[in-house]
């Protein structure tokens, strides 16, 4: 999210955090404990998310975005042939 200050950035970054945790835990995402979890007031989530399906379509795309550059734009031994590049990137998913 481009002209956020570092401090909203970490904000908007705890906030994710807390969400995907909530996610992850037991599948329920609500508002507040998310806000208490990164340290703000529930308004806050607003501000930078819009709505809780906001929200949860950032932890989505977030999600996308690390395993895009964990497992499909890396570049995983640059000098191996496709099939072992292949193989190597089945390992790590």
């Known amino acids: 999210m481009s002209g956020l200050t570092a401090k909203g ?4 970054a705890r906030l994710l ?3 995907r945790d909530a996610i992850a835990g037991d599948g329920v995402l ?3 404990p998310v806000s208490s979890a990164a340290g703000v007031a ?6 930078y998310f819009g709505s809780k399906d906001g929200l949860v379509e950032a932890v989505v795309h977030a999600f996308y975005d690390e395993y895009d550059a964990e497992l499909l734009a890396a570049d995983l031994a640059p000098d191996a042939t496709w099939d072992a590049r292949e193989a190597l990137r089945l390992r790590r998913e």
């Open 17 to 19: 955090a807390a969400a």
């Open 9 to 12: 950035a970490a904000t908007r």
């Open 42 to 47: 529930p308004s806050v989530l607003y501000r």
């Open 30 to 32: 609500e508002v507040a």
